[in-house]
């Protein structure tokens, strides 16, 4: 008796496999569809705010989004240099 284990679990497998089982259900593929409902669609205020609490910095958001450094500033509240506010 030389069975290994995988090739008794291939066995037990196949065996299963072309058993009908009334109390698993066959998985069916679902489709993958891009629908717009599925999609949110972000301001630049809320990308700006979204970017910088994942730790990117303003020039980097800057580029990223191909907005000027003051515009991300001021989307965040950040006052820029020689500013009385």
Same mark, same amino acid.
Do not use: C, H, M
């Given at each position: 008796m030389g069975l290994s284990v995988s090739n008794s679990l291939s066995i037990a497998s196949q065996a299963a496999a072309n058993q009908p089982s009334a109390a698993a259900p066959r998985a069916t593929a679902q489709p993958t569809t891009n629908n717009q409902q599925d999609t949110v669609k972000l301001s $630049?205020?809320? @990308?700006?705010?979204?970017?910088?609490?994942? #730790?990117? =910095?303003? !020039?980097?958001? %800057? &580029?990223?989004? $191909?907005?000027? @450094?003051?515009?991300?500033?001021?989307?965040? #509240?950040? =006052?820029? !240099?020689?500013? %009385? &506010?």
């Open positions: $630049s205020a809320q @990308q700006v705010e979204q970017l910088y609490n994942q #730790g990117q =910095s303003v !020039p980097q958001i %800057s &580029t990223s989004l $191909s907005l000027a @450094q003051n515009v991300v500033n001021l989307y965040l #509240g950040i =006052s820029g !240099p020689g500013s %009385s &506010t």
